[in-house]
């Protein structure tokens, strides 16, 4: 009886994305994301791009569903999928090698809002196509080179490696990847009325309520606060914006503070007075005290 042929499975194609959020308070965004794949050269001749076909799409997309944390050893939230098989269905007439330029297509800020920070990675791949015995052309093998990282930086040498990950499309050794980061600020800003509105709690709010007899509503209480960026973040945003809102629900242009995150701020309330935090990351945390009676509260947005 004839030995059985080996049959070696052909290499699949797939992009792996992480999208890092906060590690709290931040939902994941309903988006779509998109990736173009250029003809660069025939056998190295670029003046043969003519010969390539073109490659399937590749889109990955997230929903509000998405909530699973894929890396618990870094900060924030990784959550991290993959393409489908940019190979799927592509026909190759001749052996050769067939080399790509991938990249990520900008994608749309989500209706949620927040903001995207964009992967500007870009990758060279290599498909080498052999002829099989059936007379058919098929990949069986892939190198890949990263020329740009996520922030667009050249990555300088380029360094071809084989694409092969063991561990599936989206294991740790699949570095055929794009890295993105989702953000979002709240807060209500300018904010009205004599009480604390819901648009103000989107971000946060101190009031100063006074009781007992004797009460005096022109004595300044002292409060110092701390509000520190949210774990994981990716946010470049160094400042938030802090409102005093009077007893009469006006705003007291003269107390608008712009601060810095991470830095202590002081503030004085009197009696029926609100602070209003707006233009803040969701998912900070905020640390005030009062000062002379040393009440503390830990907050998270």
Do not use: C, W
Not at 52 to 72: C, K
Not at 95 to 117: D, W
Not at 175 to 185: Q, V
């Amino acid at each position: 009886m004839a030995a059985e042929p080996i049959v070696t499975p052909l290499p699949k194609l797939q992009i792996k994305k992480v999208l890092t959020l906060p590690e709290a308070g931040v939902t994941t965004p309903n988006t779509t994301f998109t990736f173009t794949a250029t003809p660069h050269s025939f056998n190295n001749d670029t003046g043969q791009t003519g010969k390539l076909p073109q490659l399937a799409a590749a889109s990955v997309s997230y929903t509000n569903g998405d909530v699973q944390d894929n890396d618990g050893g870094t900060a924030g939230k990784q959550i991290i999928k993959a393409s489908d098989d940019l190979l799927n269905g592509v026909p190759f007439t001749e052996a050769g090698q067939y080399t790509y330029l991938i990249k990520e297509v900008a994608p749309s800020q989500p209706a949620e809002g927040g903001q995207f920070r964009s992967s500007l990675a870009e990758y060279k791949v290599s498909l080498f196509v052999s002829k099989q015995l059936d007379e058919s052309f098929k990949v069986t093998s892939i190198m890949i080179a990263q020329t740009k990282m996520d922030d667009g930086n050249s990555v300088g040498t380029e360094q071809k490696t084989a694409y092969s990950p063991s561990a599936g499309a989206t294991g740790t050794d699949n570095n055929f990847k794009f890295e993105n980061s989702y953000d979002k600020e709240v807060g209500n800003a300018p904010p009205t009325g004599t009480t604390a509105t819901a648009d103000d709690k989107k971000g946060f709010v101190v009031t100063n309520t006074v009781k007992g007899n004797n009460t005096s509503t022109t004595q300044d209480f002292t409060f110092k606060m701390t509000i520190t960026k949210p774990v994981g973040s990716k946010s470049t945003d160094q400042q938030y914006t802090m409102n005093i809102v009077d007893a009469n629900g006006q705003v007291i242009e003269t107390k608008k503070v712009i601060q810095n995150y991470e830095e202590a701020v002081t503030f004085t309330l009197k009696a029926g007075e609100r602070l209003v935090v707006s233009d803040v990351l969701l998912g900070s945390k905020a640390i005030v005290e009062e000062t002379k009676r040393t009440q503390l509260a830990i907050l998270r947005l």
